[in-house]
C-alpha cells in the first residue's frame, strides 16, 4: 500500500526504560516525512533527548518499533543521518577542514577526494575562508556552523539537532535560525530539531512535538502552516505570536500536575 506523501522513518509506540528504572520515553509515535521540520519541545527531563538518541540508533528502544522507509537500516554511522549535539564536539587539535572531513575519513574518503565536498559544506554554513583554522580561534557561533557542516558533509537525508543552539546569545542564535532554514530550503533534508524555547520552535518548523515528563512523553501535535521562507517580517507578526500563545498552552497543559522540583 502506498501512501500519498512516503514517509522517512515512522516510531511506533516508541518506550525507553533506562536499566535504572527510568521511564525517559513512553509511547511515542512519529511520521516524519521527507523535507519536514519537526521540533521536538518540552522542559527538562521530558525525554526529547533520548527520542533523539533512539531515532539516531544512539541508543535502542525498550518497546516498539522504528521503521526506516525505503532502507533496510540507518543507524549512527549511516552517511543518511547527521547529528548534532549542544557542544559543537570538534577535535581542538584539528583544524576545521579535517573535523569536517571526520565522517567521511571514517568511512574511507581520501583527503583529495573529500576536498570538494568539505568546502562545499564550509560554503553552506558561511565559512569557506576558515577551513584552516583551528576551533580555538572561533566564536561560538562559529563552532556551531562547523558543526553543522561536519553533520551534512554526508549529504544526510535527516538532520538531527540536540538543543544546538542553546548556549549562543539571542542575536547569533537568531542568525544561525534564519541560515539553518536557508540551508534546510536548498538542499532539502528533513530536520528534527530539539529545544526549550517555544519562540525558536515556532519560528523553525512545519510541525511541533510538545512533550512532557514523568514520564515522557507526547502531549501534542500542533503544525506551524506557515509559508516559507520565514524572516523577520514573521517574527514580528500577529500570527506567529498567536502560534506561540497556543504552543506555550499547551506545553502548561502538560506541566499540570508534575511537580516542578528543579
Ligand atoms: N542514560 C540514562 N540513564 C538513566 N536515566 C536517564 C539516562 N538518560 C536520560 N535519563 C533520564 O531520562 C529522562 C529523560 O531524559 P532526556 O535526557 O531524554 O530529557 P531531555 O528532554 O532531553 O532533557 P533536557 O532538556 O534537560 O536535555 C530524564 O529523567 C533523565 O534523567
Ligand atoms: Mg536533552
Known sequence: MESAAPALFSLRDASKRFSNGTLALEGMSLDCGEHEFISFLGPSGCGKSTALRLIAG??????????WHGAADRTAGNRDLGFVFQEPTLMPWARVFDNVWLPLKLI???????????RQALEMVGLSRFAEVYPRELSGGMKMRVSIARALVTRPRLLLLDEPFAALDEMTRIKLNNDLLAIWREHRFSVVFVTHSVYESVYLSSRIVVMAPRPGRVIEEIRIDEPYPRGEAFRTSTRYNTHCTAVSQALQGGLHGVDIDH
Open 108 to 118: 574511507g574518503v581520501k583527503r583529495a577526494e573529500a576536498d570538494p565536498v568539505v
Open 58 to 67: 544512539l541508543t535502542d528502544l525498550s518497546s516498539g518499533q522504528l521503521d
